[in-house]
């Protein structure tokens, strides 16, 4: 077994005209983020998204990948025009862009040699040396080219390859999280929320975020850290805070 | 009246915790990005998700205040520890952080004088010589420095405020767009797709997104550009593919 190292972070780079123009709403990020803490222990430190344009996607492949442990890219990998992600990573890794036999087989497998048009060879081709990211759902696998894990756009068929990604990345930490409901207002709260912050400034993170339920305004109070007693302490003071303050909590 | 220049974009920074880690989904992207595009005809060419950290926060204000004609920020505008958008921007431009005496007024009569403790005077103190974005439903203005717009992260005030961005805003050419939805795969239609888009590459931009209905696979073929007649051209020449591939047109 590796040795869990402490920290392990990732950005994710929304490859897409789509969600750049607001046509489509976002539901990757979330997913992602949220399946890289719970399953992997790593941390998404940062989110870029950015047209299909290939002098962006370079330019950000080579910062991100340079600056985080992982990066996962979504988008682009389909068989039409606009689909730029591979030969762009072929790009900003100055790798060659080619066929990949096994994605070449296991597509030609799938629609059938009668069928394997070229817009669906394209989705064969791949910076060399990729590692395949299988997908049970409609067979065009996804790529891992050094630290970049692409993956497609469409929200299902990305959801159903990720576990695929897990064997090949290093497990950190999973940070974990708790969330208080009160019913308030932030600047009610403000002050002593500082305080306790400050005095477990330490490897945990508290947020604050409003909220309105059935009329009622509240504050979620979001406790992140990757102590559990950690966040078993702060949460004593939180309430030990409500109470003090006659703050009603919130019992979800 | 402003003569309308061609281009003007800019940049959306999501600065918070909570939509990073997942656990919030985001909904500002979308509407901002709409909203920009329909109202005021300025493209968003970029979207950055940042941690609620005062180096992050400095780096990208800088970075993309300078590529961008216009950069929106949301979050981090409220009363608690975690919100330090206003400071970091003060620092980002080398501004003094100091209290607004506008902003001071109205949050001052809108919590009276005994209510208006230290969270909620924080919220008076921005970057100087900020303009204020005026909030119908909270009171706590929004604020503009330099090319730099920041809003709240709460979806429903930065909704309820938008309006009030507009007259400081040059205007640029709206992007409108089509979308015909084709009962087909892309791979069917990648390589007709192609060259239409090399036909019509001069300011048309097709872009095409796998869908799924009713059981059946479809693709969107959406069709964006500032002259309406160029996309009225793409749509004949996409209607005419469809029809010698006898592909079904959904009517929506």
Same mark, same amino acid.
């Given at each position: 077994?590796?040795?869990? /190292? &402490? &920290?392990?972070?990732?950005?994710?780079?929304?490859?897409?005209?789509?969600?750049?123009?607001?046509?489509? =709403?976002?539901?990757? /990020?979330?997913?992602?983020?949220?399946?890289?803490?719970?399953?992997?222990?790593?941390?998404?430190?940062?989110?870029?998204? !950015?047209?299909?344009?290939?002098?962006?996607? !370079?330019?950000?492949?080579?910062?991100?990948?340079?600056?985080?442990?992982?990066?996962?890219?979504?988008?682009?990998?389909?068989?039409?025009?606009?689909?730029?992600?591979?030969?762009?990573?072929?790009?900003?890794?100055?790798?060659?862009?080619?066929?990949?036999?096994?994605?070449?087989? @296991?597509?030609?497998?799938?629609?059938? &040699?009668?069928?394997?048009?070229?817009?669906? &060879?394209?989705?064969?081709?791949?910076?060399?040396?990729?590692?395949?990211?299988?997908?049970?759902?409609?067979?065009?696998?996804?790529?891992?080219?050094?630290?970049?894990? *692409?993956?497609?756009?469409?929200?299902?068929?990305?959801?159903?390859? @990720?576990?695929?990604?897990?064997?090949?990345?290093?497990?950190?930490?999973?940070?974990?999280?708790?969330?208080?409901?009160?019913?308030?207002?932030?600047?009610? !709260?403000?002050?002593?929320?500082?305080? /306790? =912050?400050?005095?477990?400034?330490?490897?945990?993170?508290?947020?604050?975020?409003?909220?309105?339920?059935?009329?009622? !305004?509240?504050?979620?109070?979001?406790?992140? *850290?990757?102590? @559990?007693?950690?966040?078993?302490?702060?949460?004593?003071?939180?309430?030990?805070?409500?109470?003090?303050?006659?703050?009603?909590?919130?019992?979800?």
């Amino acid at each position: 077994m590796k040795k869990k /190292i &402490k &920290k392990v972070n990732a950005a994710i780079l929304i490859i897409g005209n789509e969600i750049l123009s607001g046509r489509t =709403q976002d539901k990757n /990020i979330a997913f992602i983020s949220n399946w890289l803490n719970t399953k992997c222990g790593i941390t998404v430190n940062e989110v870029r998204i !950015i047209p299909d344009v290939e002098k962006n996607i !370079i330019e950000n492949i080579k910062i991100l990948s340079k600056k985080f442990n992982y990066v996962f890219t979504t988008g682009g990998i389909g068989p039409t025009h606009d689909d730029i992600t591979a030969q762009s990573i072929s790009k900003a890794f100055k790798l060659k862009y080619e066929y990949h036999k096994e994605a070449y087989e @296991i597509l030609e497998n799938y629609y059938g &040699k009668k069928k394997f048009n070229d817009g669906r &060879k394209k989705m064969a081709k791949m910076p060399k040396g990729s590692k395949l990211i299988y997908n049970p759902s409609s067979a065009a696998p996804g790529f891992i080219t050094k630290n970049v894990f *692409s993956l497609p756009g469409v929200p299902s068929i990305l959801n159903s390859m @990720i576990d695929n990604c897990k064997k090949y990345l290093v497990k950190g930490l999973r940070v974990h999280s708790k969330t208080i409901n009160l019913y308030t207002v932030e600047s009610n !709260i403000s002050k002593k929320l500082g305080m /306790i =912050q400050k005095k477990f400034k330490r490897n945990v993170d508290i947020g604050s975020y409003p909220f309105f339920r059935l009329g009622k !305004i509240g504050v979620a109070i979001v406790i992140r *850290s990757i102590s @559990i007693s950690k966040i078993r302490n702060v949460n004593k003071e939180l309430i030990r805070m409500a109470k003090s303050k006659k703050i009603e909590i919130l019992k979800i």
